[in-house]
């Protein structure tokens, strides 16, 4: 803000004192001139530099993004697999608990003549039986297991992302104060003042 002027009193004055005077204004004003357009010329480069930042963090952080979105998608391949090959196993396993359901039946027809059969048939169907909790079992721990890594891998990026840019922050923050500050004391090196500027 250019400072204010003054009103002055006509007063005759020397025509080459003021011709003089007025030519030492018309060198100051172009010196101003020039100060003025320096000082643009540096905060336009600041301007351009942070908005180069920026895009740059915007990338970055549509690449973390895309990332992201990519392990998800393994997890649900994974997730989908993983329920897919269960339910293979169990419908293999229902069907063979059927088979053997109707062996049973069988047997119990020739009860008097297979009695002793039959409880070994028994017998193997428990064994089965457990078979079939013991991997449905292994296969939930599994997927329990990778559930929380995900979730791990998830925080740990997002945690990370939130680092980077906290510490991008603080770098622009520093530079910022220093140009702030490297302005106002070549300023003042010409007899300015910053918060007139």
């Not at 020039?34 to 895009?55: F, T």
């Not at 003549?113 to 296969?139: N, Y």
Request: proline letters at 2%; charged letters at 40%.
């Amino acid at each position: 803000m250019p400072p204010k002027k003054k009103t002055k009193k006509i007063t005759k004055k020397n025509p080459q004192k003021s011709e003089n005077d007025l030519e030492a204004k018309y060198r100051r004003s172009i010196l101003d001139v020039a100060i003025l357009q320096d000082h643009i010329a540096l905060q336009c480069e600041s301007v351009i530099k942070v908005q180069s930042d920026r895009i740059d963090l915007r990338r970055r952080l549509k690449d973390m993004e895309q990332k992201l979105q990519h392990e998800r998608q393994d997890h649900r391949d994974v997730n989908s697999d993983l329920s897919r090959q269960y339910k293979t196993m169990q419908t293999e396993l229902t069907n063979k608990a059927k088979r053997m359901e109707k062996e049973v039946s069988q047997l119990k027809e020739d009860l008097v003549l297979c009695q002793e059969e039959l409880r070994k048939e028994k017998r193997e169907r428990e064994q089965v039986q457990q078979e079939k909790d013991a991997i449905i079992a292994d296969l939930q721990h599994k997927l329990n297991n990778m559930e929380t890594d995900y979730e791990k891998i998830l925080h740990e990026t997002l945690d990370s992302l939130t680092s980077q840019l906290s510490v991008a922050q603080q770098g622009w923050e520093d530079k910022s104060t220093t140009l702030h500050q490297n302005y106002k004391e070549l300023l003042s090196d010409f007899g300015l003042d910053a918060l007139h500027i």
